[in-house]
């Protein structure tokens, strides 16, 4: 059986680092790239023309950026640590995605966001069930098993070795930070890598 490889190229690591992370709040949850503005505004077209210099097949490009993306999140590296960022979701359109950090009664997210990165969070976006959402046409986690098969108990602790996970819903959300502090951070070079 041979592996399946992607090339990651500047071009594609860049538009991965603009990726917007919002929270799918279906079921469990997941963390899902914003579909209405997948790197940070409604003109995506644009948005992978201002940094492929294309105005022509930013469709397939898009399409190339998720597929770049699962072999991100297996290859990239980060250290574990305290990180902040800007948020992208406080101007955007929440309506069929949600934000973890936003206050619902006020209808706000705060517009700095501070987060502590630890070995488990880097464990458990490498066991991501990162895939193709063919309907919002954006990468998204497979929301019935984000970490693989099994309960999300099961798979997180199998992610991080065997041990019990303390509160797993509030690691499994404390994902969407996690993750969009890999896609703008994590170190890789340009190449081909598995998928």
Do not use: C
């Amino acid at each position: 059986m041979t592996s399946r490889t992607t090339e990651i190229t500047l071009e594609r690591i860049a538009l991965i680092r603009r990726l917007v992370v919002a929270w799918d709040p279906a079921g469990q949850g997941a963390p899902v790239i914003h579909p209405d503005a997948p790197y940070g505004s409604l003109d995506r077209d644009g948005d992978i023309a201002n940094v492929t210099g294309d105005d022509e097949g930013a469709a397939e490009e898009h399409r190339a950026v998720g597929e770049a993306l699962v072999a991100f999140l297996h290859h990239a590296d980060l250290k574990p640590g305290r990180y902040s960022y800007h948020n992208p979701l406080t101007k955007l359109d929440l309506s069929h995605v949600s934000d973890v950090f936003r206050d619902e009664a006020a209808g706000t997210s705060p517009e700095q966001i501070v987060f502590e990165v630890g070995p488990e969070h880097i464990a458990l976006i490498r066991r991501l069930a990162m895939g193709w959402d063919e309907a919002r046409g954006v990468p998204a986690v497979a929301l019935p098993a984000p970490y693989g098969p099994g309960s999300l108990e099961e798979a997180m602790a199998r992610a991080l070795g065997g041990a019990p996970v303390e509160d797993p819903a509030r690691l499994h959300r404390s994902m969407q930070p996690a993750l969009q502090i890999f896609l703008r951070s994590a170190d890789i070079a340009p190449g081909d890598y598995d998928v």
